[in-house]
């Protein structure tokens, strides 16, 4: 069974400081996903990464993908209370459907 | 809007109905997902479809459960003699086969809440 691990589960801190949410797995995935996700909403696809090593930013969201290809890394820079949300890491793990993490719930705090 | 379509978007129902829900994915894409997601879980992957075809179901989509994709465009999803434990959030998605990595778009979900 793969199984994808998220944390920290919860997170909540100050407008304006930096933090960084770990997405980890035993096994080798061939890509992975960071999705967020609002209260009854669908999750909302933020990037894909699929070469190990990779990075990549989305303005203040940066992603990296470990070189290892078992874990990933969600950072943002000077957190805003728009970036309140569930963050899911998703994989591929060599078949066709996406295996989601555990989530982390990010409370930004104005 | 072109992005993935689910009804109803909120269900109630008593225990022991019959509920039926529909996917509209988008419509380039030859891949359809459904997911359950509980409270503070992550979504978990319950059958997918490539064109008319399922090619594969997980060991939680129980008997009572039935989900097809006959033309290969939308999808629905049907559950027999609903139990509480069935109440949750299903979310479909879909994804273009060969495209990048697995790059699946979710819809709205439908929430549904059996009494």
């Known amino acids: 069974t793969q199984l994808l691990e998220q944390s920290p589960q919860f997170l909540s801190i100050q407008e304006g400081e930096n933090l960084t949410v770990y997405c980890n797995s035993s096994?080798?995935?061939?890509?992975l996903q960071w999705y967020r996700q609002e209260p009854g909403e669908g999750p909302v696809l933020l990037v894909t990464v699929v070469t190990g090593g990779e990075v990549k930013k989305l303005k203040r969201l940066t992603f990296q993908f470990g070189d290892a290809r078992k874990d990933s890394s969600l950072h943002i820079t000077a957190a805003q209370p728009g970036d309140t949300g569930l963050y899911l890491c998703a994989a591929n793990f060599g078949n066709e459907k996406l295996t989601f993490g555990t989530g982390t719930r990010l409370t930004i705090i104005p | 809007d072109t992005g993935v379509s689910q009804n109803p978007r909120h269900k109630i129902t008593k225990r022991g109905q019959n509920v039926t829900f529909r996917c509209d994915p988008i419509?380039?894409?030859?891949?359809l997902y459904w997911y359950r997601q509980t409270l503070g879980q992550g979504p978990e992957f319950l059958t997918y479809f490539q064109n008319e075809a399922q090619l594969e179901k997980s060991r939680l989509l129980s008997d009572r459960f039935s989900a097809e994709r006959p033309k290969g465009s939308f999808s629905t999803l049907e559950i027999q003699r609903t139990e509480q434990g069935d109440s949750a959030m299903y979310l479909c998605?879909?994804?273009?086969?060969?495209?990048?990595?697995?790059?699946?778009?979710f819809g709205q979900g439908t929430r549904l809440t059996v009494v």
């Open positions: 096994s080798v995935f061939s890509s």
């Open positions: 998605a879909s994804s273009l086969a060969g495209g990048f990595a697995t790059e699946a778009f």
């Open positions: 419509s380039e894409h030859n891949r």
